[in-house]
């Protein structure tokens, strides 16, 4: 199967020259920087020729001027940009490679070599991508085909894979994790010399575009590659083998960053099933990994996922925060915890999670969800960077000289939402959240606005009616999802298991904690003081906002209170009348999107137009499943009828 380059599919500029000179270091000839201007010059200009250094430089020239600054951070870069002359500088090889990538990109919007002068270096130190990638190839909450890692159980590097690593450089991605976090079947062997070749190889076509490639080991792999009888990380065996095992696999694989583990949740293998702490496990591995410069990426995703729905005591949002928070401080210096962006399950709306801002001595890492599995499969646009703006953005009020979640965090992770499909996503249009993500993190201060417009006119060209109307759907994408599926933060009423479709009571009486308690009278879960006491996990301000009624945000009032559907919102709607105008207002949002994106026919190439127009069709058989169902489940339960006589069935 082929694959598009999706956002690095450089276009022929306005420019006649017949010769690109590239004047760098010897040393960097083959160098990724080097290779990359080489591939984008060649579409960019194509009737010039492209040499290293030149006696030469005439009208008829561009010139590149590559160079490593021993002053500059190794990831940041200088760029002075004119007509005939571009200067980039950077602190080492990947930053030059940064540097290249923010040159093309804005060669590429200006359509011509431009005069402009950038300085950048990221905003965030570690800006990982999380593949759940299984080794038989399928990928767990995957919806854009296949893995293209793993191949009938091996791993595999071909053209494909070089793309992959071209596009993650290209937007600053430094971390990729290319196995599922439930380490399952031949998964469990990564860390046997079967393949320990491949994934040496692997990591080093990564260290060529800055990535460091890091696995999700099986926390019980002394037993099941082993034999030992037990994995305590406590046990002197189980330490010396990892101690062992460490030093033969980072040994050979050069550019292992380290490992992700999930530990004691949903069945995965952990330091609790021999009394020990998370603190206990993590900081066992990461002192066999310390030594090559490894790090532990521990995740906080903790939580009983055999609950009694009868059970209303148990609140599985406050889990993690429960695990954890008693053991701030107690983790090695190259441990990370990494927490989900909500305390429950990448819902479309719930409150940050309560351990940034809390875990003060703890090194911690945000992970998000490209992978849309709450948000519309990738079937539905939803283009989630506004989401994840606003969290990094958000106040955890805790007493830090900066309470913003991108300043506590020291990275962030999300999971991937790519596959063997060939625009990488599924959708075209979901590909606008990898590259938004990537972005982001390298660069906080970019607003939604540019980052729609960046990717837009990078993937489809100039045509001012398709930027127009490709921005506008993704910039209303995401409260039209909102709007016509769950309420005011209450989540989890989609189909059990696959997680697509509306079913509002599909999780009420289920094991996973994840209960809405709607009724005749009432819906929302108190999970205030005087509920669940999970309000009070927030600093004192938050708390004090979250866990009263009249203080919490109308967007997070089901999360936190149980209310009855007359309650009034501050917007002044009632609970009932707001959850009937958002649905009937969704579903109209997204009816707009897909007419927008049927006046782009000839206007984009018929194969994405195409992929749109089938994608559309099915969001909105769904929409329209989710507004005449959720209306008509409250409408059922509460006997209220819609203000406006609207029908609800
Ligand atoms: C990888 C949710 C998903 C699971 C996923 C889990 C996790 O429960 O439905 O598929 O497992 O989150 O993040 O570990």
Redesign the pocket.
Known sequence: MGFSKLWLDYRKLADTRRRVIISCDHSLKDSAAFEELKIAMASMVPEAIVVWKSEVFDDDSYLIVMTIHPELAEEEYDIAASENITEICAGSETGLLYGVFAFLRQTALSGKFCSFTAHSKPSQPIRMLNH?DEADGDI??GYSGKSFFFINEELEINERTVMYARLMASIGINGVVIN???VRRKAKLLLSIEFAESLANLGELFARYGIKLFICPDFAAPKTICGLDTADPLDENVIEWWNTTCALVFGKIKNLGGFLV?AD??GEPGPMAYGRTHADGANMLARAIKPYGGIVIWRC?VYNCTQDWRDKKTDRACASYENFIGLDGQFDDNVYLQAKNGPV?FQIREPVHPLFGAMKNTNMIIEFQLAQ?YTGQQKHVCWLIPMFKEIMEHHTCHDLPDDRVSRIVRGVAAVANTGDSYCWTGSELAAANLYGYGRLLFDENLTCDELAEEWTRLTFGDDEKVTAAVKEILLGSKQAYEDYTVPLGIGWMCHPNDHYGPSPWGYEFDRWGTYNRADRDAVGVDRSASGSGYSEQYAPALAEVYGDISKCPDELLLFFHRVPYTHRLHSGKTVIQHIYDTHFEGYAKAEHFAELWHGLEGKIDDRTFKNGCERFAEQLRCAKEWRDIINCFFHRLSGIDDENGREIY
């Open positions: 759940w767990e909450r599922n976090v439930n999930k949740s949903e995703f399950d599995e």
